[in-house]
């Protein structure tokens, strides 16, 4: 049995970043979410400009843009000099009309396997003055020789889409492709890919940048499994750990303050154009944390609920949940 929400709640704040949130091109009708649709629609709402999740969560900490938002040596557990880039593990795959690749999210790879990647990526490359590093068996970073002339593309904007139009610009480009062609080559012959369903056949290379200032802490804590938020809550000094699976186990363990959740589980199906799946986790979101936090808002719990993909942001308060003549709308009505 799941704890009850017994908590004093007036003097906490729950900033709750919901990566997609809105579906972006739906074609179907979804069917009535009504925990969702009462915070909606009864709370105060606001449009924002568009921004990716790690642009969002710099932001948020006030670390400053480079030519890349500086994600990679973000990522990085320890502080490391030189300048860094994210070379998270593909797999690329041939489709109909273009080349498109899939995220380690989808690859499911093992420690040792990365390992032995790794290995054989810095031998070939030592003679440049290349290190290949990982942080976790899917999350790889890349040090680079001085600070090339170079901007990037996040993973995430990639992820379902034609690569051709996200590739590296800049003075120094050209080197960025030529590092992940060369890897291309290494990584097709390797062994480890020989018993893999999906190869990891490929590197994406982005979110360059050298260690950043951070600013003072915001937030009390952060929930999440995602690289850069572990990155600024250890620059901030404040603690993060993963996200619970149900919003009452982590209400019963809040104390008074501003925390950050973030629930990730709608971007995958979202980037792949996966409607079903997406629809089936935004359903697990309803029933596992909208309806928990639309009781603790009733008790006194300020909610914060961002979706930075679609630019909606919304607050809503115990006030806010009185004003009973505000009627449930379908979720796509927000977008329009």
């Known amino acids: 049995m799941r704890p009850q929400i017994s908590i004093k709640l007036d003097d906490m704040k729950c900033h709750l970043l919901i990566p997609n949130l809105f579906w972006p091109a739906p074609r179907f009708n979804i069917e009535a ?78 420690g040792s396997e990365a390992d032995s990647l790794l290995d054989a990526l810095n031998r070939h490359f030592a003679p440049e003055d290349l290190l290949f590093v990982r942080e976790r068996p899917d999350v790889w970073l890349l040090r680079l020789p001085g600070t090339p002339d170079v901007s990037t593309w996040p993973l995430p904007e990639v992820l379902g889409r034609d690569i051709d139009a996200f590739m590296p610009e800049g003075l120094d480009a050209m080197r960025l492709k030529q590092i992940m062609n060369e890897t291309q080559m290494l990584l097709h012959g390797h062994p480890v890919n020989e018993t893999r369903a999906l190869p990891i056949n490929s590197v994406w290379l982005w979110g360059g940048g050298t260690a950043p200032k951070v600013g003072a802490p915001r937030f009390a ?82 909610l914060c609920l961002v979706d930075n993909e679609a630019g909606l942001h919304l607050q809503a308060g115990p006030r806010d949940l009185w004003k009973f003549w505000k009627r449930n709308r379908p979720l796509l009505d927000y977008l329009k």
């Open 33 to 110: 979410l009504p925990n969702l649709e009462t915070l909606l629609a009864r709370g105060r709402l606001a449009r924002n400009s568009r921004q990716g999740l790690d642009e969002w969560l710099c932001r948020a900490f006030q670390v400053e843009a480079q030519q890349d938002w500086p994600v990679a040596p973000l990522t990085l557990k320890k502080d490391a000099p030189g300048y860094w880039l994210r070379a998270d593990p593909v797999h690329l795959q041939l489709r109909r009309d273009h080349l498109g690749l899939l995220g380690a999210d989808s690859l499911a790879i093992s």
């Open 221 to 302: 804590s952060i929930s999440s499994d995602n690289p850069v938020a572990g990155g600024l809550a250890r620059k901030s000094g404040i603690p993060c750990g993963p996200v619970s699976e149900h919003a009452e186990s982590w209400l019963a363990a809040l104390a008074e303050g501003e925390h950050l959740v973030i629930l990730e589980s709608l971007a995958l199906p979202s980037s792949y154009g996966d409607e079903n799946e997406w629809d089936a986790r935004l359903r697990s979101l309803e029933a596992h944390w909208f309806k928990p936090l639309r009781l603790a808002v009733q008790n006194g719990l300020e």
